[in-house]
C-alpha cells in the first residue's frame, strides 16, 4: 500500500517541524511507498529508501497572488500524476491543504485523513468537513471541531529512541543551582512572561541559584513585540544574568537541552497537549504546567503536584517541591511521567495507531 503524504516543512533541523522527519520515517516502514509534498524543504535523510519528497518551494515563491497561482497549478499537476499511485492520504496540521487537494481526491476516490491538534477552530478548518473522510488528534482537548466525521484519538509521537534519558539523573541540585527551561513559539499564548515571574519570586524568596533558559523564536510577525516586551521584562526585573534568550535550536540540539536541564515549565493558555512537555518529561526533566489539558494523561498525584491553574498556583507547587528535596520520590515522579509518554505518546506506538487507521479506512 503506497500513502500520500502532506505537511508544512521537511526539514530534520527546524526546531518547529524537525520532528516530522521521524513520522514520515515510521510511515515508510509500514507502506509500500511514501510520497511526501511539503511547502518548504530542508535538510533531511531516511532510514527507508521508500520515500519521495516534493516541494512547493514556498520559500521562494511567496509574496503575490500569480506566485501562489504558479504554486496551486504545480500542486494539482502533481496530484494528477501521484494520486492514482497511493490509497490513501495523510494531512498533517494544514486545513488549507485539505481544501486544494480536496476536489481532486474525491474525482481519484481518495481518502483523506486529517491529523490536526489544535484549540484553533477558524473558517478553513469548518471548511475541511467537505473532503476530510477521518480526523485524528493526539488529544480530545486538541480538538475542537464540530464534525459528524470519525474522530480518532491517536496521542502524540515521541521519539523514546532520541529522547528517553535514565530516570535516575541528578537533578534540582541547591549547590550548583536549578535550571529551568522552557521550549515553544514565543508568543502572548505561551505565557512566558509569567513565568519569568515566577523565575524572580523563585529566586527571591528561596535564595538559591536558579536560571531560565528560554529556547524558541517568534512564528508570526505580531509575536515580535512580544519577545521585545519580553527584553525589557527581564531587565526591569534585575533578571539579565539570571534569563536567557536561547533563540530557535535544531531539532536534533533538544535531547541535549532538555537533558541539561531539571524543571520545565509550561503555561500554554491553548488547552491542547503541548508536546514539547512530553519530550521534556521523557528526558527526565519535572515538568510543571498550567495547561489543563493535562490532567486528562496525569494522575491525581501527578496532576496534584505538577498542574496549577494560574500563576500563583503554579509558583506554590515549584516551590514546595524544591523545598522537598525528596530524590526518591523525585526519581519516582520522573519514571511515571516517562512511563505515560511511552505507554501512550510514543512514536512508534501512535504512528502505528495511524498507519491502522489509514489501512482499515482506505479498504471501506
Known sequence: MSILIFTRKVDQEDERAG??????DEFAARF?????????????TFTHLNVEVFSLDQARMEGNLFRNMIRFIKLQSYLIKTLPKVEGIFVHMMPRYVIAIGTLAKIYNKKIFFWYTHSKVDIWLKVTRLFVDSYLSASKSGFRLKTKKRVYITGHAIDEDMFLYPADRN???NV???????VSRISPTKNIDKIINII??????????ISLDIVGAPALKSDWDYIKYLRSLVLKKGLEKDVFFKGPKRYTQLPLIYRSHD???????????????????????????????YRDIFDKDLSDKFIADDEDGLYEKIKKYIISQDKEEIKSDIKKLQN????HHSLHTTIDKIADIIFQGSKD
Open 19 to 24: 520532528f516530522f522527519i521521524n513520522w514520515i
Open 200 to 209: 524572580l519570586r523563585l529566586k527571591s524568596e528561596l535564595g538559591i541559584k
Open 176 to 182: 550548583k543551582g536549578i535550571k529551568f527551561l522552557t
Open 263 to 293: 524543571i520545565f515549565i509550561n503555561m500554554s493558555d491553548t488547552g491542547s497537549l503541548d508536546k514539547a512537555v512530553l519530550e521534556a518529561a521523557l528526558s527526565g526533566n519535572i515538568v510543571f504546567t498550567t495547561n489543563r489539558a
Open 171 to 173: 537533578i534540582l541540585d
Open 340 to 343: 505515560i509518554v511511552s505507554k
Open 32 to 44: 509500500n511507498k511514501v510520497y511526501v509534498v511539503s511547502l518548504q524543504k530542508g535538510k533531511y
